[in-house]
Every structure is written in C-alpha cells, then in structure tokens.
C-alpha cells in the first residue's frame, strides 16, 4: 500500500511536468509568450478541486524548494497514520536505520510491536500487563538473540527465554512459542522435541486436521514438525500421535470410511514409502497404482479401493508428503 501510495504521487508529477512541457512548446511554434493567461492556467491545472490541508501528496511533492531535491518526500512532512504505514512494510534492520533519520518514526511502539507478533506468534509476555516503560524494540533484540543461541543450542535458548520473561516454563506455553515461530532450525527444534515429549503432545494438540485429505493433513504435520531422515522410534512417535489427532478432527470421516488409529498408521507409513518411490531418482521401477492399492489393502483390509487409490493419486500429482 505505501509503494503503491508512492507510485500514484510520482505519477501523478511527471504527468503533469510533461503536460505543461508539451503545452509551453505548442505555445511556442505559435510564436506566442507564455504571460499572464498561461501562468493562470497552469495555476488552475496545478491546483486541485478539492484540497485537504496536509494530506495532498502531489502538493506536497510541489512545495519543496528545487529542482536539486527531487526525490522522495520526508516522512515527517506526511500524516503520521501514513508514515506509520510505510515504515511498517521494513524489517528491523531496515527499521533501525529509518530511525537514524526519523527517530520519532522509526522508534514507535508499534512498529516493533508488529514485528515481534509478526515474527514471534505467540510469548507469554504478550498476555501479561507490560510495566511502564518496556519497549517492543529491546523485546525484540531479546527475540532475535533468544533465537539465535536455541539454533545452536535449543535448551539454553528456552532457558534465555525463560530467564528474560518472555515464556513461561510450561509445555503448553514452549508448544505455543515452537508453533508460531518461524525462526527455530528444524533440525535443533527435532533435537528438542525428541528430549521433551511432553512439549511435543502439546504441539500435536495445536494442529487441527478436519475436513483435510489425508496426504495433505500428513504434509501439514510434518511442516510443523520435520520428520527425522531415518526410520526409528521417533518417527514411530510422531506417525502414532499424528493418527489419533488425526482421527479425533475426524470422526465422521472415521465413521464412514472405517479408519482408526492403527489404519491410519499403516497408511501413513505406505504413503511415505510410496513418496521415496515415486521422488527418489534412485529407484526405475516406480511403483504401479495398482501395487500400491494390493500392497496397502494386505495391511488394511477395511479401507476401501477408491480411497486408497486417491491417496496414489495425490502423491503422484503433488509429491512427499515429508517433503
């Protein structure tokens, strides 16, 4: 929205500097000189119909001193709703040092609120009452550092959270911060999860799988919660737990199509094989549909033809499913 706003005023200008070149070398062909009619005209052309006091952006972009400081206007010379807006599309780095320039503007608490939310789903310190004088940008910093020492090292970076207020020592509350965040390192957040389970059954509560396909819900799964790259017990975990989540957000789907915990588990783990077949570069002979339906149905029996066959077909047209 600020680009465009930004885009539109600038437009706006060298439209009109061609107009009135175009008409001052019309007027000149003529052999006529641009006096007093011409000057009242490109006044009028100038002056917009309706004009609010400090929020016209063209006019804005036409009073300022020459033609050496053509360029972007200051922020500072804008409403502040819309230099809040602008500045609201940087990243912190970015941010910083539009504070340099525009202290005020670049130091708004709610700026760095909208990036500690937007980059950080969810702290415990966002539900508490803040005391007076707490700032969202040494929050922040505290944020990025937190995150940084738990991608070399995931529990001494719970612990700097824990230890700055930013979470509460509790599953519930690490499985809130681990699903909305973006930042953590999938291979140090496996490392975590397979030491605290109980953070882990947490997470497993958060994802809600109703009225998804079963690849796709399994795909969802594994983005939150990376699958280890070797078949063990962990991965036995994690396929165990995504079942019964997976048929608790489904029961009509458990009614009708006769799946349960352990059916699932068995299709989770032929799809998964079937994902490798189909992907690995390694394997020439791909597994026929009709394999997959006789090899799938041996295991599990009550599931029907058609059902498995659309779990073929939708490994074949979208790919793994721990991808």
Not at 85 to 113: F, M, P, R
Not at 119 to 126: A, D, F, R
Not at 130 to 138: A, D, E
Not at 207 to 231: G, V, Y
Request: charged fraction near 25%.
């Amino acid at each position: 929205m600020g680009q465009g706003l930004w885009r539109v005023a600038r437009n706006q200008q060298l439209q009109q500097q061609y107009s009135e070149q175009c008409f001052l070398q019309r007027d000149r062909e003529r052999g006529r000189r641009a006096g007093p009619p011409l000057a009242e005209t490109l006044q009028q052309r100038r002056t917009p119909q309706c004009q609010v006091p400090g929020t016209d952006i063209s006019h804005l972009l036409r009073v300022r001193k020459g033609k050496e400081e053509q360029g972007f206007i200051d922020l500072e010379m804008l409403p502040p709703e819309l230099s809040i807006t602008i500045l609201s599309y940087l990243n912190a780095t970015d941010l910083c040092l539009a504070s340099c320039v525009w202290q005020d503007l670049g130091n708004d608490e709610y700026l760095w609120q909208g990036l500690c939310k937007s980059t950080w789903g969810h702290c415990s310190i966002y539900n508490r009452r803040l005391p007076s004088g707490f700032s969202y940008r040494k929050l922040y910093m505290e944020l990025d550092e937190g995150s940084l020492t738990f991608n070399a090292n995931p529990q001494e970076g719970i612990s700097y959270f824990m230890s700055r207020g930013i979470l509460v020592d509790h599953p519930k509350e690490i499985a809130k911060f681990i699903f909305y965040t973006r930042m953590l390192n999938w291979k140090m957040l496996r490392i975590y999860l397979d030491e605290r389970r109980d953070v882990l059954d947490e997470l497993v509560t958060l994802h809600n799988f109703s009225n998804q396909f079963l690849p796709n819900a399994l795909r969802d799964f594994f983005r939150h919660i990376h699958a280890p790259e070797e078949r063990g017990e962990y991965l036995e975990t994690l396929i165990t737990k995504f079942s019964h989540r997976f048929c608790a957000c489904n029961p009509a789907l458990v009614q009708d199509v006769g799946l349960s915990p352990d059916a699932v588990y068995v299709l989770c783990y032929s799809l998964i094989l079937l994902s490798i077949d189909l992907t690995s570069p390694h394997v020439k002979n791909k597994m026929s549909k009709r394999e997959f339906i006789r090899n799938t149905r041996r295991a599990a029996q009550n599931i029907s033809e058609d059902f498995v066959g659309h779990l073929y077909d939708n490994i074949y047209l979208i790919g793994h499913v721990a991808a």
